[in-house]
């Protein structure tokens, strides 16, 4: 069974940091790109970051450039999300993905809270 599970997401302080991690199960995670996108309410689903299958290309949307890393873990079958200088415009629900050739897999999502 093919499974995307996030964690990590929680209620931070403006200026604080979270990791966000997607555990993968039931497929080759390590032949497949991922992506974390969020979406805040009312707002359409943004793409954040992006890492290629063996993690030696990564992107970023121009508004967390210098404040998250996306990184990966082939052997632990994880990605992760590192967010540093968290903003209230931060705040939303990640989720993850994983693109490959049998297809494209989502998570759940995981909800990201930093008040104003």
């Known amino acids: 069974q093919v499974q995307l599970v996030e964690s990590g997401g929680g209620l931070v302080q403006p200026g604080g940091s979270l990791r966000l991690s997607c555990a993968a199960s039931?497929?080759?995670?390590?032949?497949?790109?991922v992506r974390w996108y969020r979406q805040a309410p009312g707002k359409e689903r943004e793409l954040v970051a992006y890492?290629?299958?063996?993690?030696?290309?990564?992107n970023y949307v121009d508004s967390v450039k210098g404040r998250c890393t996306i990184a990966r873990d082939n052997a632990k079958n994880t990605a992760y999300l590192q967010m540093n200088s968290l903003k209230p415009e931060d705040a939303a629900v990640y989720s993850c993905?994983?693109?490959?050739?049998?297809?494209?897999?989502w998570g759940q999502g995981t909800q990201v809270t930093v008040p104003s």
């Open positions: 993905n994983a693109r490959g050739k049998s297809g494209i897999y």
């Open positions: 039931g497929f080759t995670f390590s032949s497949y790109t």
């Open positions: 890492i290629s299958s063996a993690g030696g290309s990564t």
